[in-house]
């Protein structure tokens, strides 16, 4: 008999709503079953871990639970310890935080200047934003050129005019790029717009600030670099040579591509001599060897140095991380731009670089995270970077013997922000992404 | 890291050698002057002798001589900037004139002195160098240390010294090489290691902030001496006696009795003792045979204090290092101070 609709008793007209699942098969019960318990060797590996951190957890977490935040000295916090019939390691001791920490965060900046490098650290966070997300409007760019003086006048001091001379002289520069461009090959416009600004530098720029104080003196006061410390000496150094590194690094790349024999290999020879030798021998040549070559009674601030020589071992890491980056586009990119007729520079910018880059973000931020951490190893050279205040704090009468607590601390900074930076990375990486997702 | 820190070291310690005939001209005292303030290395923390109080200034036995030194030439001993080196950098430092003198409680060594051409201009702390153990070891004498191992400082002469105490006893022991002080007290008290050496000061300082001071004990052999002192470069006398007579003037102050309190008192008038009145520079002018003023040792001591007192407020039974003054008193109290006279 043929099934027709007409013999047929019961049509169903809408869909069964789904049924719930057996219990295994959900919820939290699923996700264990099979993240944690899918095979017997997963199931000894869980067992293992778990012992472990309930083990590590139960240990620490009365150390912490009893940890002391308010005491004058180590001594104090064992006798605050003992009233509570605990012994001297039953506690932490996270007075030494409460004490010290901003020694740890500032250094022996002056406290009353403290708003300096918090309001620096704002204007930098302020000046990155633009260049980070990209929904931001585009004009706030010109914020982000003049935010790395605002810093550099903020953390130092001195007078005003020396941030302003400066950005006078590089919009002179472009103001002679830009004017000559259309005139002359820009090859030459460019040289044009450095000699103009070099001269406006060698010769122009003294006299300017000098004059500029002495009718209408701005200024605030001034703080040597030898007073920087903890970690916002490692902030300092750290993200001046993430801010600078980039675009050097980027120059040298495209340099080691380059066609001319002598642009070539001086960026072949720089990358290989900064990369072939320890950070730690660069930062003893900064600190020291640099004296001897400097004619005597010149004394080039110590820090400025260590930016400088981190600035240049970091822009050589960069540069070979976006030389991959050149070297995975394909042939054609290049060949494409070339046949529609685009500049070297245009197809540079336009073409090259967005896709390079692109290709080159977990490895360039993978190399700021460690750039970052790197500015720990100013400890060997004398400079109170984190580690370094830790130290000096721990020979103080009132602060030796503490130690875990410190590095707790340290280690807590350190986190946060190279935390921020690899989720800043992924950010990037997914709304980069053009392929289908 | 750390073998690269020491390759670096070794390769520093030699830059030196070469250079230092090239690098440094003559007149520090003009330099520092022109600077307005003494550049001067201490240790990066080392308790007592240089660590920084809550409100970031330094403090510490090595710290005042810096003081004194700058209190000679300035007036004022805040004129200091404080330039903290490492152990294995100090030399260098001093040598390429990133300080214009050391006080890092160094110890005055042959090749130290001339090899790496530097001048110590005295001793301002008598150190030895000691063991510590855990009472648990069962250790009575360093003669039953073979084979321990052995938590040592790198880059200093306690390296050298287990080294040679071991070698001449004929026992072996394995080292733990540690960079600070705060490392070494965790690794000793974590049980890395079962011996402890340093200083007699320290290991005396250390053990006092241990959890249970009462586990440990810190042997009777001392096998070495190790006099500390402030040190110049090679090669500016003129400098060299400012610094050497500021530290004079400090023990010299001590055993005349001469403190803060009563060295304006003492300055007002002339008193029985001429030393007193030539050293406060109310009679005679030593301090211009020196380029300094006339009332320079006055300013240092009501500054900073005499020797005793700056060994008191840093270092003494009432402060939680708690040394006694031992080989550091006055030779007229049966220790080893002792300064020329000021005439």
């Known amino acids: 008999m043929p099934r027709t609709s007409k013999n047929i008793s019961f049509v169903r007209t809408k869909l069964l709503d789904s049924k719930v699942p057996p219990t295994r098969e959900k919820g939290v019960v699923l996700w264990v079953r099979k993240n944690l318990l899918s095979s017997w060797l997963n199931i000894i590996l869980t067992a293992i871990v778990a012992y472990a951190a309930i083990h590590f957890a139960i240990g620490l977490w009365p150390w912490l639970k009893n940890g002391i935040w308010q005491a004058s000295s180590l001594a104090d916090c064992r006798a605050i310890l003992a009233d509570a019939g605990l012994g001297p390691t039953d506690g932490a001791c996270f007075a030494v935080i409460t004490d010290r920490w901003h020694q740890l965060l500032f250094g022996f900046y002056p406290p009353d200047l403290y708003w300096r490098p918090i309001l620096a650290m704002l204007l930098f966070i302020g000046g990155i934003a633009p260049i980070l997300f990209f929904s931001l409007p585009r004009s706030l760019l010109v914020f982000s050129a003049l935010a790395p003086l605002g810093c550099f006048w903020l953390l130092w001091g001195g007078t005003l005019w020396l941030p302003l001379s400066i950005t006078l002289g590089v919009c002179i520069g472009y103001a002679v790029l830009r004017g000559l461009e259309k005139h002359i090959a820009p090859s030459i416009a460019a040289v044009c717009a450095l000699a103009s600004m070099a001269f406006f530098f060698l010769f122009g720029f003294q006299p300017l600030v000098g004059f500029a104080q002495d009718s209408f003196p701005i200024s605030i006061q001034k703080v040597a670099s030898r007073e920087f410390g903890g970690f916002m000496l490692g902030a300092t150094i750290g993200l001046s040579a993430i801010v600078l590194s980039l675009p050097l690094g980027i120059l040298l790349a495209l340099a080691r591509q380059s066609n001319l024999p002598l642009i070539k290999w001086s960026a072949i020879i720089f990358i290989e001599v900064i990369r072939g030798v320890p950070l730690i021998v660069w930062l003893f040549t900064a600190q020291l060897l640099l004296n001897y070559f400097l004619p005597p009674g010149t004394s080039f601030d110590l820090t400025l140095r260590v930016i400088i020589m981190v600035t240049l071992f970091a822009a050589a890491y960069i540069a070979e991380v976006i030389r991959g980056g050149l070297a995975a586009l394909p042939k054609g990119q290049y060949e494409g731009a070339d046949s529609l007729g685009l500049s070297y520079w245009q197809s540079t910018r336009l073409i090259v670089l967005p896709q390079a880059l692109k290709i080159s973000i977990p490895g360039i931020v993978n190399e700021f995270i460690g750039l970052f951490k790197d500015t720990t190893l100013v400890v060997f050279i004398g400079l109170l970077d984190p580690i370094g205040v830790a130290r000096a704090i721990q020979a103080t009468p009132e602060w030796n013997g503490v130690y875990w607590e410190l590095f707790i601390f340290i280690g807590l900074l350190f986190f946060v922000v190279c935390y921020a930076m690899a989720r800043y990375s992924l950010h990037l990486e997914n709304s980069l992404r053009r392929d289908h997702k | ?343």
């Open chain 2, 1 to 343: 890291m750390k073998i690269i820190t020491r390759a670096a070291h070794l390769l520093l310690a030699a830059a030196p050698l070469a250079l230092a005939a090239t690098s440094v001209s003559a007149a520090t005292l003009d330099e520092v002057k022109e600077a307005g303030q003494l550049k001067c290395g201490i240790h990066e923390g080392l308790a007592g002798f240089a660590a920084p109080n809550s409100d970031g200034q330094w403090q510490g036995l090595d710290v005042d001589i810096c003081r004194a030194v700058a209190a000679a030439i300035f007036g004022d001993s805040e004129k200091v900037e404080y330039i903290p080196v490492t152990g294995s950098t100090r030399f260098t430092a001093l040598a390429s004139g990133e300080i214009d003198m050391l006080a890092r409680t160094t110890t005055w060594t042959f090749s130290r002195d001339t090899d790496l051409k530097n001048e110590f201009v005295g001793i301002n702390f008598y150190d030895g160098q000691g063991f510590m153990v855990p009472k648990a070891l069962g250790v009575s004498s360093a003669l039953e240390l073979d084979g321990t191992t052995i938590c040592v400082n790198t880059g200093t002469t306690t390296e050298l010294n287990v080294a040679d105490y071991f070698r001449g006893k004929g026992m072996s022991y394995e080292p733990v090489p540690i960079e600070t002080g705060a490392e070494a007290q965790q690794q000793f008290l974590s049980g890395s290691c079962d011996v402890f050496t340093g200083d007699a000061s320290g290991l005396a300082a250390n053990r006092a902030t241990f959890p249970k001071p009462d586990d440990y004990v810190v042997l009777p052999e001392i096998i070495s001496k190790e006099p500390l002192g402030p040190a110049v470069r090679h090669g500016d006398s003129e400098w060299e006696d400012i610094v050497r007579w500021s530290l004079n003037a400090l023990i010299s102050a001590e055993e005349l009795g001469v403190t803060s309190k009563n060295a304006e008192e003492l300055a007002g008038s002339l008193n029985e003792n001429a030393e007193i009145n030539r050293l406060l520079g109310t009679e005679g002018d030593l301090g211009a045979m020196i380029g300094l003023e006339t009332d320079w040792a006055k300013t240092i001591i009501t500054s900073v204090g005499n020797y005793g007192e700056i060994f008191e407020r840093h270092v003494g039974v009432n402060t939680p290092i708690g040394l006694e003054r031992g080989v550091n008193a006055l030779w007229t109290e049966g220790g080893l101070l002792y300064s020329p006279p000021f005439r």
